[in-house]
């Protein structure tokens, strides 16, 4: 595609339940990013992604949240044992390479996640 | 994590007014940027400021990053119901890493 897709767009989940979110970079972009943003207010960095580099990790909140990256491509973001805390709009975000070099991160419109 | 406050948080404005909104950290960065987002949609770049003191202007937006590159102000002259939205700045920290501010939620009242 074109640009960055996310999946699922909305997702209601129970306290307790698993969920996992699916992030599509636009193809070629060797760094991916994973945001989450609560209430319309700014970004928390959760994890990021650049090439083969083992991924920094120092955003994820609790050892419930972790991200994988198969192939270079596509990622997903897995909570566990969600709590309603968790309910957020996660962004994933890709760029062509290091953010030094490159500049510009490309966002996808995000996974709304609810929990009840 | 390098924190980044914006402020103010929430600004509502007559259109054709004039504002500023600002972005301050305790932390100096390599680069700094400035995204826009709509709601329901990613934020979306604006521009990328680079060196102490620079300052670039897009239309009617004007954006200065701080000598020490701690800082930086974005200023929008006469400003558009199109304008409305939420202005992010986010700072390249270590490691290509890209640290987001608390935002500013801007509304333009035709």
């Known amino acids: 595609g074109a640009g960055v897709s996310q999946s699922p767009s909305n997702k209601v989940t129970e306290k307790g339940k698993d969920v996992e979110l699916r992030c599509d970079p636009i193809s070629g972009h060797t760094a991916l990013y994973w945001y989450r943003q609560s209430l319309g207010q700014g970004l928390e960095f959760l994890i990021y992604?650049?090439?083969?580099?083992?991924?920094?990790k120092s955003g994820l909140p609790s050892d419930r949240f972790s991200a994988e990256r198969t192939g270079g491509s596509v990622s997903t973001l897995t909570i566990q044992r969600t709590q309603q805390e968790d309910s957020a709009v996660y962004l994933c975000?890709?760029?062509?390479?290091?953010?030094?070099?490159?500049?510009?991160?490309?966002f996808g419109e995000g996974s709304r996640l609810t929990v009840l | 994590t390098q924190l980044l406050e914006q402020s103010p948080q929430f600004l509502s404005i007559q259109e054709g007014e004039n504002l500023t909104v600002y972005c301050n950290s305790s932390?100096?960065?390599?680069?700094l940027q400035w995204y826009r987002q709509e709601p329901g949609e990613g934020p979306v770049l604006l521009v990328t400021?680079?060196?102490?003191?620079e300052v670039k202007k897009l239309k009617r937006l004007t954006f200065q990053f701080g000598d020490a590159r701690k800082d930086s102000s974005l200023h929008i002259t006469a400003a558009q119901p199109g304008d409305t939205g939420l202005y992010l700045c986010a700072g390249e920290g270590g490691a290509n890493n890209l640290f987001f501010g608390t935002g500013t939620r801007l509304t333009v009242i035709p």
């Open positions: 400021v680079v060196t102490g003191g």
């Open positions: 975000a890709s760029s062509p390479g290091a953010v030094a070099n490159t500049g510009e991160l490309f």
């Open positions: 932390s100096v960065f390599s680069s």
């Open positions: 992604f650049q090439g083969n580099s083992a991924p920094d």
